[in-house]
């Protein structure tokens, strides 16, 4: 499924509410695909656009997207481990959380990929464990999507599973970058 897209590929990665909505959308980099796995990684100071006009991350991310599944793993890092307040230091970069959005499997076209968003979401902040959040905007969902209750009861199912995987995780090391993109 992956191996249509090359390390060093740049793809648009967008996010969907359940209803079709485009929510999210930015670039990111391809570092690795093989046809079980995609790996994604985007610079400190990246963009994230959505309907209001967007936002620069403060983090650098590895995205771990697998066909099939439904959800994706991030490994967010900072810079030397800190906030930033938009002046991004140099030096190296921290993994500071491993988060698990639950969401729809990813498809791919040509340059992008994309995912329906489900809201409920797994946290670790290192070095703590990993906990399910975002039950609040899942309940909501739910309601406002009408998810069943079986499918409320899979995503839940999908998270409890993702919380062993969030805390078992071994992160690599993040890439270094040269020049940011916005």
Same mark, same amino acid.
């Given at each position: 499924m992956f191996r249509?897209?090359?390390?060093?590929?740049?793809?648009q990665?967008?996010? #969907?509410?359940? *209803?079709?909505?485009l929510y999210r959308w930015w670039w990111a980099t391809v570092e690795a695909a093989v046809d079980d796995e995609v790996v994604l990684v985007t610079p400190p100071g990246h963009r994230v656009e959505?309907?209001?006009?967007?936002w620069v991350s403060k983090y650098s991310i590895r995205s771990y997207l697998w066909p099939g599944k439904w959800y994706?793993?991030?490994?967010? #890092?900072?810079? *030397?481990g800190g906030p930033s307040d938009g002046d991004l230091p140099e030096g190296r970069l921290v993994l500071v959380e491993i988060y698990v959005n639950i969401n729809s499997p990813v498809e791919i076209g040509e340059g992008e990929i994309w995912f329906t968003d489900h809201e409920l979401d797994v946290s670790r902040e290192l070095p703590g464990a990993a906990?399910?959040?975002d039950e609040d905007e899942f309940e909501a969902a739910a309601a406002r999507y009408g998810y069943s209750e079986a499918f409320q009861r899979f995503c839940y199912e999908v998270a409890r599973e993702a919380v062993g995987i969030a805390n078992h995780w071994q992160a690599g090391e993040m890439p270094t970058f040269g020049d940011r993109e916005d």
């Open positions: 249509s897209l090359q390390a060093g590929e740049k793809v990665v967008r996010g #969907y509410k359940a *209803d079709g909505t959505d309907p209001s006009g967007g994706n793993l991030l490994e967010l #890092y900072l810079p *030397d906990r399910i959040v």
